[in-house]
Nanobody, 121 residues
């Protein structure tokens, strides 16, 4: 399984960024996909997850600002991040697992290499 995350970079507070994670080596349509992040000095936390059926779960602080989506034809999951805040600065990781709750819990079987998002004030 390979998960290749992209789209990170530097952005001003209030701006937007879209991350993408391309998956290979799995039957994408049968896997829950998720994004987690880890800020400097903090534990990794859930950002959002999307099930096979398209059900989503967001961390409370991301609701209304972030949107997770998937394109099964492209084997890709996206994270649209709007109204970014300096507190959103972190390395963002995508992960996958057939089991929704495992992804939500951050215990999905496969992880990408991470992409750094830096939000400046």
């Amino acid at each position: 399984v390979q998960l290749q995350a992209s789209g990170g970079g530097s952005v001003q507070a209030g701006g937007s960024q879209r991350l993408a994670c391309a998956a290979s080596g799995i039957t994408f349509g049968r896997y829950t996909m998720g994004w987690h992040r880890q800020a400097p000095g903090k534990q990794r936390e859930l950002v959002a997850a999307i099930s096979v059926a398209g059900a989503t779960k967001y961390a409370d602080s991301m609701k209304g600002r972030f949107t997770i989506s998937r394109d099964n034809a492209k084997n890709t999951v996206y994270l649209q991040m709007n109204r970014l805040e300096p507190e959103d600065t972190a390395v963002y990781y995508c992960n996958s697992d057939p089991r929704f709750l495992m992804v939500v819990a951050g215990r999905g079987g496969s992880w990408g290499q991470g992409t750094l998002v830096t939000v400046s004030s």
